[in-house]
T-cell receptor, first 114, second 114 residues
Framework: AQSVTQPDIHITVSEGASLELRCNYS??????LFWYVQSPGQGLQLLLK??????LVQGIKGFEAEFKRSQSSFNLRKPSVHWSDAAEYFC????????????FGTGTKLQVIP | SAVISQKPSRDICQRGTSLTIQCQVD?????MFWYRQQPGQSLTLIAT?????????ESGFVIDKFPISRPNLTFSTLTVSNMSPEDSSIYLC???????????FGPGTRLLVL
């Protein structure tokens, strides 16, 4: 069964600093991978996704993520964090077998300090 | 991406009662999904709803507790039946997007059961 691990429950960074959120997945074949963001009191917004091809994917709001098959990882990065990036971030893995089942990680809550 | 709305956005209910949550999409979609996000937790898939067929429930969720309707390609409802305080959660609907395995989420319904 597919699974996702986000080892960091909570991360605090200073505004303007770089950010990396970790995500490791378990899946038998090439996975579909996603990062979603949930701002306080809001639903989930898709930041970016990986299906195939270039392993470095660009998303909205200046985020990017890199798929590393050898490490089973899909870490999310941003070179300079803004106060508005404070939110909870969820990594997810989708079933490339066509069932459309998506499994979410437990989330990483990002705090941005001035 | 699809625009998804949910009603109600939040509610406070008494134990033993039932609440029906509506999910409306601005375009026709094949698959709709219902998730539960308990306080401080990640998303857990409750069921997948295809138009014209019975919903498919995930392990731990049953139709008697969470009956789902899917009368057409733009609408679905989830009922939380015989509620208890443990049902206090955010309930989110999502739909499949134009890309494979990509889901777009509604804003969620925040339910508190007293």
């Amino acid at each position: 069964a597919q699974s996702v691990t986000q080892p960091d429950i909570h991360i605090t960074v200073s505004e303007g600093a770089s950010l990396e959120l970790r995500c490791n997945y378990s899946y038998g074949a090439t996975p579909y991978l996603f990062w979603y963001v949930q701002s306080p009191g809001q639903g989930l917004q898709l930041l970016l996704k990986y299906f195939s091809g270039d392993t470095l994917v660009q998303g909205i709001k200046g985020f990017e993520a890199e798929f590393k098959r050898s490490q089973s990882s899909f870490n999310l990065r941003k070179p300079s964090v803004h106060w508005s990036d404070a939110a909870e971030y969820f990594c997810a893995v989708g079933d490339s077998g066509g069932y459309q089942k998506v499994t979410f990680g437990t989330g990483t809550k990002l705090q941005v300090i001035p | 991406s699809a625009v998804i709305s949910q009603k109600p956005s939040r509610d406070i209910c008494q134990r033993g009662t039932s609440l029906t949550i509506q999910c409306q999409v601005d375009s026709q979609v094949t698959m709709m999904f219902w998730y539960r996000q308990q306080p401080g937790q990640s998303l857990t898939l409750i069921a997948t709803a295809n138009q014209g067929s019975e919903a498919t429930y995930e392990s731990g969720f049953v139709i008697d507790k969470f009956p789902i309707s899917r009368p057409n390609l733009t609408f679905s409802t989830l009922t939380v039946s015989n509620m208890s305080p443990e049902d206090s959660s955010i309930y989110l609907c999502s739909v499949d997007g134009s890309s494979p395995e990509t889901q777009y989420f509604g804003p969620g319904t925040r339910l508190l059961v007293l």
